[in-house]
């Protein structure tokens, strides 16, 4: 039994100039699972995010999505695809409003174009209508339907971060990336954004890729964890496994990251 | 209540603009003066230019200041058609459009790498190369000598002598423009181009072919400049390299800006009052613009926001458009709904 | 061979003029990051007023240099307290606008003062020209090289070697940490504006004496081939602003004489293109990483 896999990483090098930020990595994620990678800062977990949604090319190695090779594809065409993210510094439309910013992911689905929103008329008014509906389950999703018409800029932190997933989820993808989804939330907060990941997960059936630094989360939500260290991949499991894993702790140890107690 | 009450302030704003477009049809049956036409024109290309700069530096975001070039090559097209192919001007103007529009889909690919002050630069430059080439190329272009004797305009056997037709011209090209780029602004493909101007590189990352937008609304923004140089053409009957200069590109760029950044009403607004304010100087004779400059340093200064109020910019339009049509539910539609009109 | 020798003269002593007002672009973008579109303009008020220092109170050509400069570069630190300092907050656009309303304010100010005419600038300039078989390097050439390579070199030695030059390079490497470290950013930004404006006034006082020509509108070509230059050399940096005048002097010049004279501006535009898309950054300048 061959279980379809989402994406591959195959042995995949990133350098910038001189310096290796991603060293010989590779993992692959399940349909449907819920994949974390931890590391310290600067282990490159971003840079391998940014390597699967296009932002940057890899040096060596291959990117593959459901079986077919993306390395050096643009970000707008792997979300064709159907790749989306979230941002570590979030990255929102800050002046167009919440309801604006999730129906701006869900133009790549739009056959609207050009010309139909010069011709106007009913087809493109009854297209827009579902459009607008659609995106307003996924704010609703995401729990942000009193704030449908707010600006972007006006939200408190962890509400743009799930603004952030609202606008992922409506460009329609398979794999959804999500870049330290719970940085400057309070615990309420992330109690609600885990039963809100477990939802994308579970029900609406998405294969989610997490960078998150809060290990209780990960530990929590995760299925397999792969772990980063200097650009190294220097343990893949469970999270029971990553637990007590001997070079995930050291790798740890030493480091100024508040989050060692944690692992340890 | 509310719900009648924002259908009533849609159709009362449908009959004022209504009403105001009447008026202005009917302004030179009341003023005969022909200065006074004259100034009404002019303000209707400037309204063209900043509508037309405005979808590019004011929507997508991309700063331009050679959007005079736009002008100039629609100005000249159109006049060496009229001229050497003694075309009608009904055809040499939309040609001079696809003309320039071409030259709008060049400008746009350097966004490929560019942006911000560099891409500014770049488009400064190629103001200038078109200028220079104007002002050399004089098989062509006559250089600085410009082309004189454009011929009037001709309709079956009706000629104009007047400038009634010609203000009529521009009216009808103002509405096409206005309407045209409602149309583009508040549909799925304006909002990307906002978001663009928001941040590009999330906007790619949500999918969006950021360089085709781009490149489009160069394209578009280029054929309207186009249009407004054809007709300059053929109105003032004679085109020189000087109409066409850094300062104009200044000019069109400052009524965008002064009117408010992404907001249609803004560049109207600021394509008026920029356009009027050397004209009312004119009593201050060879002061005028002496003090022009200094106002626009007292305007920036204390409206630095532009005319237009921030919070009716970079408005999309499409759920109030379709909730006065009954389409949706209006309760969650924009709390903003009322003031999103034409914005 | 000797067009080219000549040429070479010609465009480097025209590259030397063009890299002292690059300097004032390039030492405001530094800083402020706002490109000031009345750069060229205050040169001109600067030429015209060392044209007046020498015709009307007869002072000699070099007092009557420094003096200019001098006037120049308080004037420089009165325009950008009137009208950069109080848009300083807000959008960078608003700032080119504000630059631009000056701009106009003083080609207009100028023609009223001086008519739009065309002035003739003479001046007694002494020493012999050097001739080098057939190449010719006049008098005046020798002056302008002089006094550019001096004022390049002062500038050099200030930025490098002088206290406040440090903070300024500071300032210009980031505005709030150069804060933080108690350097006192609005006087930096003056005394920046203060010697672009000096230099730009020495660069186009000698401009009129090369081409025996003053008008108010000189400003506008003078500038936009300065602010090439800039580019050229990578905006905000010192050194790249001489190497990108010199650079843009010679190249115009060669191509003026090998290819055509009336698109020698033409030349130097497409080149500003062509570079900035190869190396967006010109080439001295340096890049800022944006942080995914």
Request: net charge neutral; charged share 15%; hydrophobic share 50%.
């Given at each position: ?75 707008n ?30 133009q790549c689905?739009s056959?609207e174009g050009l010309w139909g929103a010069l011709a ?145 | ?50 509508l037309s700069l405005n979808l590019v530096s004011g929507y997508t975001g991309q700063?331009s ?5 736009f ?26 459009g696809l003309?320039t529009a071409f030259f709008g889909l060049l400008l746009g690919l350097p966004t490929m ?6 891409l ?57 423009t206005?309407?045209t780029m409602?149309r583009i602004v508040n549909s799925g493909f304006g909002l990307s181009l906002i978001a663009i101007s928001?941040?590009e590189?999330?906007a790619e990352?949500?999918g969006i072919n950021t360089l085709r937008c781009k490149i489009i609304s160069f394209i578009i923004s280029a054929f309207f400049a186009g ?117 | ?292």
């Amino acid at each position: 039994m061959n279980i379809l896999k989402v994406l591959d990483i195959d042995s995949v090098t990133i350098r910038f100039g001189g310096l290796e930020a991603i060293r010989d990595v590779s993992f692959a994620v399940d349909e449907g699972e819920l994949l974390a990678i931890i590391g310290p800062n600067g282990a490159g977990k971003t840079t391998i995010f940014n390597a699967m949604t296009g932002i940057y090319r890899p040096t060596q190695g291959n990117i593959l999505f459901k079986g077919q090779l993306i390395n050096g594809l643009k970000p707008n065409q792997l979300v064709l695809k159907g790749i989306a993210r979230t941002f570590q510094n979030i990255r929102l439309f800050s002046a167009l409003t919440v309801l604006e910013n999730v129906m701006v992911g869900w133009q790549c689905r739009s056959r609207e174009g050009l010309w139909g929103a010069l011709a106007g008329g009913k087809r493109v008014a009854v297209n827009r209508v579902e459009a607008i509906n659609q995106c307003r389950e996924y704010i609703e999703m995401v729990g942000l339907a009193d704030l449908m018409e707010e600006l972007a800029t006006n939200l408190p932190y962890g509400k743009q971060r799930l603004l952030e997933i609202a606008r992922a989820l409506a460009t329609g993808c398979n794999l959804l990336l999500l870049d330290e989804p719970a940085a400057g939330m309070n615990a309420l907060e992330r109690e609600e954004l885990i039963s809100l990941i477990r939802h994308i997960s579970k029900n609406l059936r998405k294969t989610i890729i997490l960078i998150e630094h809060d290990i209780n989360l990960v530990m929590n939500i995760s299925e397999r964890i792969v772990v980063l260290d200097h650009g190294e991949k220097i343990a893949e499991g469970t999270p029971g496994e990553i637990r007590t894993n001997q070079k995930v702790i050291e790798a740890y140890l030493g480091s100024e990251d508040p989050l060692e107690q944690e692992v340890v | 209540m509310e719900h009648l009450a924002r259908f009533t302030l849609n159709y009362r704003n449908k009959a004022v603009s209504l009403v105001f477009m009447i008026l202005l049809a009917l302004i030179p049956l009341f003023i005969a003066n022909d200065y006074y036409i004259h100034v009404l024109i002019t303000l209707g290309l400037f309204i063209i230019l900043s509508l037309s700069l405005n979808l590019v530096s004011g929507y997508t975001g991309q700063l331009s200041i050679g959007h005079a070039a736009f002008y100039g090559i629609g100005a000249y097209v159109t006049a060496l058609l009229m001229l050497k192919l003694n075309l009608s001007f009904l055809v040499a103007i939309p040609i001079g459009g696809l003309v320039t529009a071409f030259f709008g889909l060049l400008l746009g690919l350097p966004t490929m790498r560019l942006a911000g002050d560099y891409l500014a630069i770049v488009t400064l430059g190629f103001g200038e190369i078109v200028r220079l080439v104007l002002l050399n190329w004089d098989k062509v272009t006559r250089g600085p000598m410009g082309l004189p004797g454009i011929p009037a305009p001709e309709l079956g056997s009706y000629v104009f002598m007047s400038k009634i037709p010609y203000y009529y011209t521009v009216f009808i090209i103002v509405l096409i423009t206005v309407a045209t780029m409602r149309r583009i602004v508040n549909s799925g493909f304006g909002l990307s181009l906002i978001a663009i101007s928001q941040d590009e590189l999330a906007a790619e990352a949500v999918g969006i072919n950021t360089l085709r937008c781009k490149i489009i609304s160069f394209i578009i923004s280029a054929f309207f400049a186009g249009i407004a140089g054809g007709f300059f053409a053929v109105y003032i009957s004679f085109v020189s390299p000087d109409s066409f200069t850094f300062m104009d590109s200044i000019m069109v760029l400052e009524m965008v800006v002064l009117g408010g950044l992404a907001s249609i009403p803004g560049s109207i607004i600021g394509a008026v009052v920029l356009g009027l304010i050397p004209e009312i100087l004119r009593f201050m004779a060879e002061y005028r613009m002496l003090i022009f400059g200094a106002l626009m340093v007292v305007i920036v200064i204390f409206k630095p926001d532009g005319f237009w109020s921030a919070k009716k910019r970079m408005r999309n339009a499409i759920m109030k458009d379709l909730a006065a049509r009954k389409m949706i539910d209006t309760k969650t539609v924009s709390p903003r709904g009322e003031y999103i009109e034409g914005a | 061979m000797d067009v080219f020798f000549q040429q070479l003269v010609n465009g480097l002593t025209v590259g030397s003029l063009y890299a002292l007002i690059a300097l004032g672009y390039t030492m405001v973008y530094g800083i402020l990051k706002i490109i000031n579109f009345a750069h060229g303009d205050i040169l001109m008020i600067g030429t015209f007023i060392g044209l007046v220092l020498v015709m009307n109170f007869h002072l000699a050509f070099v007092p009557a240099l420094l003096l200019a400069m001098f006037i120049t570069a308080l004037m420089g630190i009165l325009v950008e307290r009137l009208a950069y300092r109080p848009v300083r907050a807000a959008d960078k656009l608003i700032a080119l606008l504000s630059a631009l309303g000056v701009s106009i304010f003083l080609v207009n100010f100028a023609q009223l003062v001086w008519g739009t005419e065309t002035h003739p600038f003479p001046v007694n300039i002494s020493g012999e020209p050097i001739i080098l078989g057939e190449v010719h390097i006049g008098t005046l050439q020798i002056w302008a090289l002089g006094v550019s390579l001096l004022l390049m070199v002062g500038l050099h030695f200030f930025v490098n070697h002088t206290k406040m030059g440090v903070a300024m390079r500071a300032t210009s490497f980031n505005v709030d940490y150069a804060r933080l470290m108690g350097i006192n950013v609005d006087n930096i930004i003056s005394i920046t504006f203060a010697i672009g404006s000096a230099l730009a006034a020495a660069a186009g006082i000698l401009i009129g004496v090369y081409y025996d020509a003053v008008y108010p509108v000189m400003g506008y070509s003078a500038g936009l081939k300065a602010f090439t230059a800039a580019v050229l050399g990578g905006i905000g940096s010192i050194p790249g602003a001489m190497l990108g005048g010199l650079l843009l002097g010679v190249l115009e010049n060669e191509g003026a004489a090998y290819l055509s004279s009336g698109y020698k501006d033409a030349i130097a535009f497409a080149l500003l293109i062509i570079i900035l898309l190869i190396k967006p950054t010109g080439l001295m300048g340096r890049r800022e990483q944006q942080k995914v």
